[in-house]
């Protein structure tokens, strides 16, 4: 996991970028992609990771009306 978390993260970045670019489509992947990472983290026991990802997630959610259920194309 901890191999693959930085190409994780700087894939989410690219994605909250494209949202502070107030592009509505990429809140949805943003969230997604932040839910994923979250998921992981908290299972791996990064908790404090997974607190962190969770405000992201729902700061994305509460600014753009997406969730994580949003259409995305990998």
Do not use: C, W
């Amino acid at each position: 996991y901890m191999g693959t978390l930085p190409g994780q993260i700087k894939l989410l970045k690219k994605s909250l970028a494209a949202v502070r670019l107030s592009a509505p489509e990429s809140a949805g992947h943003a969230v997604a992609q932040t839910h994923r990472i979250r998921g992981t983290a908290g299972s791996y026991g990064f908790h404090k990771l997974a607190s962190i990802l969770k405000t992201i997630e729902e700061t994305i959610k509460s600014k753009s009306g997406a969730d994580r259920n949003t259409t995305i194309k990998d």
